[in-house]
């Protein structure tokens, strides 16, 4: 099926729901294809190919709202399909606010070309794909006679989608991406056996680090595990690394959505223009950015995706509103969904940032917690290693650290010039100062 | 109010003659595959699968030689249709539906312990066989298969339903979540939000191996919800409750909509006076009930055993080890009537058992899947489990809990001097190899001298499967399963289980708090 049929039958949907009783319609067709390639012990441990259609149909009719999805794609099942879905939504509750975005919201056409889709992706074969694994694999056994096992992954994707809504909203979104990466286990004290990931995933094949990087950091990640152990509870100093730094930014993200503002679930409410962090804190939502993993020129509303910020020296400047709880909040759509997160970055690498440490943890590893957005209470399982004039002198684990993201942003007293280009939330390593560790 | 329960008494009588559930009706005798309550031969409903799923044996058979014509040891085909229903409740309006669909094969090649993996979601003669084809290509010879013998495997029925999902429609379910919503507002003028969800699913699953093994089985889901903000002097707490289950309609009762709503409002009210603890290292009472992600992440996933296998496990070489006090046993079950992980069978189609972890102290069993078993060579246990036909089946958990012990609750919180009571727990996460676990502290309150008192919440506590097994000091009587149940993700695949555990007193766990 090519994209321009994948259109057609969009297309006919939209057109067959509004014949049944529909008053709006946004159709969806989406199609991942995936090839993966897992390795370990010299051969392939597993091989696998997928290719995924699903149509996606919201239903608006007179005030009701459904949405439906199905992998049945042939027109007489979606006759039956959209008929029943039709159906029951005429037993829901009328809702005022549901309805499509309003048009101005929708993108004009554009050639924009955000290069997130790698063309050389057509002719990568499995042979290439086993042989990247196979490479991580055995450049990550080779660091160490105290690995048990190497085990890593190579997998590519092409995603194409098109989008189509009854007032006026067509759009087509194929991106590529690949990702490798390996899991190392090593033999440690006491019968432990520490292990460690490391993993990476672009828009181009040749931004992927080269295989070998790939399987020495795991390994020399899982070597630095050695020997760990909590230590004694008490206020430090915390040093997050930047592939970390994400799971505490979705501690300002998940509340800054419409959802949890409207529901009485977000300790940001009210917040705007106000100072939630401290100075040091810029944060940009950026569709923009060429090979952005999360760039785009529409999000999944058909909302036009533009460059904004977010966060402004510590000021909370604005959240993420979807139509819905736009129209229910009356205010403005924003979008609902991230992007790209780009901060201001620092001028010092994680390296420099931890030789200019008295004393504090760096934190590299996350076991469990979570984060409350009602309150802003949060509480995750930790690793990493403690920092002592400039030098790590101990691996820790099994530790938690606890507190408020309300004081905890005003507490980050210096970022990192390090962002994390292997998602899309780019996050640089972060120094908060006082952070409640427990651990003995 | 009066006036839109009237309404919805209307609609639902005058729907009398609507086709029940959304997207499901127009499936192939879904009365007739789905509840197996009926009295017919078993090759009968067998039939009846087939005819849902447009095969035939002389297909599935073809399929089988065409995916080891490369040379692979063994093959099996897991199909699966899968309809999700929706309905949420917000702002009080259920205002919001969802359906899904989903059917295909997946077709898995093994060559010793690797995997040939492919799917397809045209159930024709020729994606089949493509589908076939590239799940082959993990082998690398060629060789003429013989098309195997299929004979029907039979399995026992351990989710017995009244009221299958099909015949339910959309109007039946909207006044049980209008009733939990207005319940909710009932109990506590500070409730100021609440949101409620209910999610069905069916799921037709039929599965052939090259062995010659056929089954089928049918598998009813069901979850129901509601989460409550509360508001008191400008502090505000939301919390929620649940309950998930292999069962039909009948299950939601007015017993269970009470319960889930005087639940959710007390959890939710009861935070108001919570303080956050003391962190550090201390003494934790585990209540029976939602407690059991303990076991799940402690010691269940640990067991499992692709990661022994392969030697990643920090149990991996204690098989008949004592790794407890000989009053702790723990097992895994896919045999519970209507729990959310039981299985008539596995997703592999082998028979599901109570499998002992731990038994009177002592490191008993893995949990098994094909390739394990094969190389453990064992019996497997019923644990080869997947997300859906996209994915290849892993070991899992289905239904882990401790069996009762020999002390009282009372006599255990009695017990502690300075420590901490774990009520309810929200998730959790294990580090295979190193043995370190979390679990994350929604409601509990501390134990000072022997007594229950101020509530704690929105806390990580950390221990090592191993320490914390052997530190358990007392297990009580009063084992309990965690209603909610629950969603265990592994390698990207996520399945329902549940857990659960009798009131149990451990040491040497790392609770979060200030400092």
């Known amino acids: ?440 | 109010m009066t006036d839109r329960i009237s309404r919805r008494e209307f609609l639902r009588q005058s729907s009398k003659s609507v086709v029940a559930a959304v997207a499901a009706p127009y499936l192939l005798k879904p009365s007739r595959a789905a509840a197996q309550t009926i009295a017919e031969p078993q090759s009968a409903k067998l039939a009846d699968y087939y005819r849902h799923f447009g095969v035939d044996e002389k297909l599935i058979r073809r399929t089988i030689s065409d995916a080891l014509s490369r040379g692979g040891d063994y093959c099996d085909l897991f199909f699966e249709h899968r309809l999700t229903n929706e309905a949420r409740l917000e702002d009080n309006k259920v205002n919001q539906a969802k359906s899904g669909i989903r059917m295909g094969v997946g077709i898995r090649v093994l060559k010793a312990d690797q995997t040939g993996y492919a799917f397809t979601e045209q159930l024709t003669a020729e994606s089949m066989a493509a589908a076939a084809r590239t799940a082959a290509d993990i082998a690398n010879s060629s060789k003429n298969v013989e098309p195997v013998q299929l004979k029907l495997h039979n399995c026992p029925n351990y989710y017995p339903v009244k009221t299958p999902w099909q015949q339910v429609s959309i109007d039946s379910k909207i006044p049980l979540l209008t009733k939990l919503n207005n319940r909710i507002f009932a109990l506590d003028s500070r409730v100021i939000k609440s949101n409620i969800w209910f999610m069905d699913q069916t799921a037709l699953v039929l599965i052939a191996t090259s062995e010659g093994r056929i089954a089928f089985d049918y598998r009813p889901f069901l979850s129901l919800g509601a989460s409550c903000a509360a508001e008191q002097e400008h502090r505000r707490e939301r919390s929620f409750a649940g309950f998930s289950a292999r069962a039909g309609f009948e299950s939601i009762t007015p017993e269970r909509i009470d319960r889930i709503a005087n639940e959710a409002v007390r959890r939710t009210t009861v935070l108001f006076d919570a303080v956050k603890p003391q962190g550090g290292q201390m003494d934790v009472v585990l209540g029976g009930g939602s407690c059991g992600i303990l076991l799940h992440e402690a010691i269940g996933h640990g067991m499992e055993a692709d990661f022994n296998r392969k030697q990643i496990s920090i149990y991996a070489d204690k098989i008949n080890k004592s790794v407890a006090p000989d009053f702790v046993s723990i097992v895994d079950d896919g045999t519970n009537l209507n729990l959310p992980g039981s299985l008539n069978i596995d997703d592999e189609g082998n028979d599901t058992a109570k499998t002992y972890l731990v038994e009177n102290g002592v490191l008993k069993n893995y949990l098994q899947d094909k390739i394990s078993a094969a190389y453990y060579k064992v019996k497997p246990t019923g644990n080869g489990r997947r997300q859906s036909y996209r994915f290849a089946p892993l070991p899992r958990m289905r239904n882990t809990y401790m069996l009762p012990g020999p002390h009282k609750k009372d006599e255990i919180i009695k017990s502690v001097k300075k420590g901490l009571y774990a009520e309810m727990i929200g998730n959790g996460e294990v580090q295979i190899g190193a043995g370190d676990f979390s679990f994350y502290l929604k409601l509990g309150y501390l134990i000072e001298d022997g007594k229950l008192t101020r509530p704690v919440k929105d806390v990580n506590l950390i221990g090592n499967g191993p320490e914390v097994l052997e530190n358990i000091t007392m297990v009580a009587d009063d084992l309990k399963m965690a209603e909610p149940g629950g969603i265990c993700g592994k390698w990207g695949q996520r399945v329902p289980i549940s857990s659960g555990l009798p009131t149990v007193k451990a040491s040497k766990i790392t609770v979060g708090g200030t400092s």
């Open chain 1, 1 to 440: 099926m090519k994209l321009t049929e994948m259109t057609e039958l969009a297309q006919w949907a939209m057109q067959y729901a509004l014949k049944t009783g529909a008053d709006q319609s946004a159709v969806s067709i989406s199609r991942p294809r995936t090839i993966e390639v897992e390795f370990r012990s010299g051969r392939i441990e597993k091989l696998k190919e997928s290719t995924i259609r699903t149509l996606g149909i919201s239903i608006y009719a007179d005030q009701r709202y459904s949405s439906h999805s199905t992998s049945d794609l042939s027109k007489d099942s979606l006759k039956k399909f959209i008929a029943e879905a039709i159906r029951s939504t005429k037993y829901l509750d009328k809702d005022k606010f549901r309805s499509l975005p309003e048009p101005k919201y929708y993108p004009k056409k554009s050639d924009t070309d955000l290069k997130i889709y790698d063309s050389g992706y057509e002719n990568i074969t499995t042979a290439e794909r086993v042989k990247i694994a196979a490479e991580i694999e055995s450049a990550a056994t080779a660091q160490s006679d105290r690995i048990i096992s190497a085990t890593s992954w190579y997998s590519d994707e092409r995603f194409e989608k098109v989008l189509l809504h009854s007032n006026g909203f067509s759009g087509e979104h194929r991106a590529g991406s690949f990702s490798a990466g390996a899991m190392v286990t090593v033999r440690g004290d006491n019968n432990a056996r520490p292990e460690a990931w490391f993993h990476a995933e672009t828009r181009f094949r040749k931004d992927l680090p080269r295989p070998e990087q790939i399987g020495k950091e795991a390994a020399a990640r899982a070597l630095r595990r050695i020997g760990q152990a909590k230590i004694e509870s008490g206020r430090y100093d915390m040093l997050v690394e930047n592939r970390i730094a994400g799971r505490l930014i979705s501690t300002l993200i998940k509340a800054m959505k419409g959802r949890a503002l409207q529901q009485k679930s977000s300790y940001l409410e009210a917040m705007l223009g106000k100072k939630i962090a401290s100075d040091k804190l810029t944060v940009i939502d950026d569709p923009t950015i060429e090979k952005g993993l999360g760039s785009r020129l529409f999000d999944g509303e058909g909302l036009t995706a533009h460059k904004r910020t977010v966060i402004e020296a510590g000021v909370l400047k604005s959240y993420y509103i979807d139509n819905y709880y736009g129209k229910k909040l009356g205010t403005e759509p924003t979008s609902g969904s991230v992007s790209n997160l780009v901060l201001d970055n620092g001028s010092l690498s994680l390296e420099e940032m931890v030789k200019s440490a008295k004393k504090a943890i760096l934190v590299t590893g996350l076991l469990g917690g979570n984060f409350n957005s009602t309150t802003g209470d949060f509480s995750y399982g930790i690793s990493g290693s403690l920092i002592e004039n400039g030098e790590r002198v101990k691996p820790v684990s099994a530790m938690n650290i606890s507190g408020n993201a309300k004081q905890l942003w005003h507490s980050l007293a210096e970022l990192g010039n390090d962002p994390y280009v292997y998602s899309s939330w780019r996050c640089p390593s972060m120094l908060f100062e006082k952070v409640s560790f427990s651990g003995i």
